[in-house]
């Protein structure tokens, strides 16, 4: 296993449209996590599976904005009606975790949406 | 929500200095994991350390999890090193989603 895969690696969209990411995790990890980071600032939550459930969704998640992780393993991102303030890097991670532990969290290379 | 502030901004070095990165965190937390952001956007893994001392090469880290902070330490700078790190906490209660801070920017002139 090579790490975490995402695709694309870079999307430029028109304003309006919908757009969607894959993120393929390590194989073995139950985890999964996307962050949205904007340029000089550090990654944001946006929301999390335990395997295919999703436990938790922040604020910063439109109801523009649907993730899926149908089978838990892989899991995308679409946004939809895209705007520009929607450019930035999408960054999957994902990690092993049990009820009461987790463990150390890898990240794939990311997603930079620019939205023209 | 947990705040995590890390110190300072900005860093320029001179090749072969040495220098102390800080993380304070404002509650419990379960995991700290610190991350060196290449210039192309990937989060490289540098140390998970929820609490103690590790070293791996060059680079060190300590979190003193009682006291709420974390240090990373980074001997005889390369310029390779320059980037963006970070510093992520997992919160202790209420979920294990992981907050970053706003990142330390290390610039390492030759």
């Known amino acids: 296993d090579t790490g975490v895969s995402q695709n694309p690696r870079h999307k430029i969209t028109k304003r309006g449209q919908n757009v969607t990411f894959r993120c393929d995790p390590i194989?073995?990890?139950?985890?999964l996590y996307w962050y949205r980071q904007t340029l000089g600032q550090g990654p944001e939550f946006l929301t999390y599976?335990?395997?295919?459930?999703?436990?938790?969704k922040s604020r910063l998640l439109s109801d523009r904005f649907s993730a899926e992780r149908p089978k838990g393993s892989f899991s995308t991102l679409e946004i939809q009606r895209t705007e520009q303030g929607d450019s930035a890097m999408y960054l999957c991670?994902?990690?092993?975790?049990?009820?009461?532990?987790?463990?150390?969290?890898?990240f794939g290379q990311g997603t930079r949406l620019t939205v023209v | 929500g947990i705040q995590v502030e890390q110190s300072p901004p900005d860093l320029i070095l001179q090749e072969g200095a040495n220098s102390t990165l800080r993380c304070n965190f404002s509650?419990?937390?379960?995991?700290l994991q610190w991350f060196h952001q290449n210039p192309w956007g990937q989060l490289i893994n540098l140390f998970y350390?929820?609490?103690g001392t590790k070293q791996n090469g060059r680079l060190s880290a300590t979190t003193v999890a009682t006291e709420r902070y974390s240090l990373l330490y980074i001997s005889s700078s390369q310029t390779t090193d320059s980037g963006v790190y970070f510093c992520?906490?997992?919160?202790?209660?209420?979920?294990?989603?992981?907050?970053f801070g706003a990142g330390t920017r290390l610039f390492v002139k030759a």
């Open positions: 991670a994902s990690s092993l975790a049990s009820n009461r532990a987790n463990t150390e969290a890898f």
């Open positions: 194989s073995e990890h139950n985890r």
């Open positions: 599976f335990q395997n295919e459930a999703q436990l938790e």
């Open positions: 509650d419990s937390v379960n995991n």
């Open positions: 350390i929820p609490s």
């Open positions: 992520a906490v997992e919160r202790s209660a209420g979920g294990f989603k992981t907050i």
